[in-house]
């Protein structure tokens, strides 16, 4: 694994990230997707966390694919169906609406729950943690 250069700017201060609670070990394979429930894109916060994340996964050399959870909304956007059942040979990353915001992780599934559409403030905690267990 070489080295990389890349400016990771936060909206949020990183100290005030570490309250968000994070129960994963972030391993990432080179083909990974960023999925969502179709509802959590009432808020507008998740689509530019989704990217953010998906553009520093790019630029770590990694094959990104943005996907949904759910099988209707796949079939009429034509985007792909990805859950955590298929982190086999790839790593998934969902967006889901939740009472809390949360980090976990199921195999190579992690799941990003957000509350009161703090989106973003969940896609930099999960972010800071990337980064820092690649640097170690």
């Known amino acids: 694994a070489g080295t990389i250069n890349y400016n990771l700017y936060l909206r949020n201060d990183p100290?005030?990230?570490k309250d968000i609670p994070f129960n994963a070990s972030v391993v990432i394979m080179k083909k990974t997707a960023v999925s969502y429930q179709p509802e959590i894109l009432n808020c507008q916060e998740t689509?530019?966390?989704a990217w953010t994340i998906g553009y520093l996964l790019g630029a770590m050399?990694?094959?990104v694919t943005g996907a949904t959870t759910s099988k209707e909304y796949a079939e009429q956007n034509?985007?792909?169906r990805i859950t955590c059942i298929d982190a086999v040979n790839q790593t998934v990353i969902i967006?889901?609406?939740d009472t809390e915001t949360k980090i976990g992780q199921?195999?190579?599934c992690y799941i990003i729950s957000v509350s009161d559409c703090k989106s973003i403030a969940a896609s930099e905690r999960?972010?800071?943690?990337l980064?820092?267990?690649k640097t170690r």
Not at 126 to 129: I, N, Q, S, T
């Open 106 to 108: 199921e195999g190579y």
């Open 61 to 63: 050399g990694v094959n």
């Open 47 to 49: 689509k530019v966390a």
């Open 131 to 133: 980064v820092s267990q």
């Open 95 to 97: 967006f889901k609406e």
């Open 126 to 129: 999960f972010m800071l943690e």
């Open 78 to 80: 034509n985007v792909p």
């Open 15 to 17: 100290r005030k990230l």
